[in-house]
């Protein structure tokens, strides 16, 4: 059955290093989000794609934080130097909007567990 | 103030009763999401709605778009159904992809 799938699920990594999270979003969907979601924030959006152009990403610190979509099956998220203060769950979601004006339900992946030391 | 709000944080129930979990919001919305959280971290879309009420299963959820208030009710409610609920809005005047989030209701449901 269709789903979105992130990858890895799991990530443990130290200080200063690059961090790149993975997406596929459900095939046929053209809009993708990225979300973090921490104990004290709860979910947050980080950003947005539509027909793979990024239409917001004001939610994502810029200097550090990058967000592409190669192709309509992947999304990346990329932390580079990463801090601890980054550690959260990254969730990738994605849905159908057939219109500008139009919004539709989003499907979520499992999430990528990030722990910064 | 928070543009979600949601009530209660936490709520623990005995199997069978029946459950309602509030949802308020200060901005015009173009729809309201329903989200179930699991205790694994998966999250789930139960319901996406503009007007009215919409009934899946168990489930019900309902919209007062002059009030800006939203219910979300159990029925019957099962020890599966704990999870945390989250209510997020699309905020009519933003980003088309920004959905602002509650912060969620813990529901225990025992046995």
């Known amino acids: 059955d269709a789903r979105v799938t992130q990858t890895p699920r799991h990530k443990v990594t130290e200080m200063g290093q690059e961090v790149t999270m993975r997406c596929q979003p459900i095939?046929?969907?053209?809009?993708v989000f990225w979300y973090r979601q921490t104990m004290m924030q709860g979910l947050e959006l980080l950003a947005y794609f539509r027909n793979r152009a990024p239409l917001d990403d004001s939610g994502m610190p810029k200097d550090r934080f990058s967000a592409e979509m190669p192709d309509a099956t992947l999304a990346t998220l990329k932390i580079q130097p990463s801090e601890p203060r980054d550690s959260a769950v990254y969730f990738c979601?994605?849905?159908?909007?057939?219109?500008?004006?139009?919004?539709?339900?989003?499907?979520f992946g499992p999430g990528t567990r990030l722990t910064v030391l | 103030k928070n543009e979600v709000e949601q009530s209660p944080q936490n709520l623990t129930a005995q199997e069978g009763e029946f459950i309602t979990i509030n949802c308020s919001y200060s901005?015009?919305?173009?729809?309201l999401h329903w989200l179930q959280q699991h205790p694994g971290g998966g999250i789930v879309s139960l319901f996406m709605l503009s007007s009215g009420k919409k009934k899946h299963g168990r489930l019900i959820a309902t919209i007062n778009i002059q009030e800006k208030h939203s219910s979300l009710h159990i029925t019957a409610s099962h020890p599966r159904d704990s999870a945390v609920y989250i209510c997020?809005?699309?905020?009519?005047?933003?980003?088309?992809?920004?959905?602002?989030f509650g912060k969620g209701t813990k529901l225990s449901v025992k046995p």
């Open positions: 095939l046929g969907h053209n809009t």
């Open positions: 979601a994605s849905g159908l909007n057939p219109g500008f004006t139009a919004y539709n339900e989003q499907f």
């Open positions: 997020a809005v699309k905020d009519y005047g933003g980003s088309q992809g920004n959905l602002i």
């Open positions: 901005v015009g919305i173009s729809a």
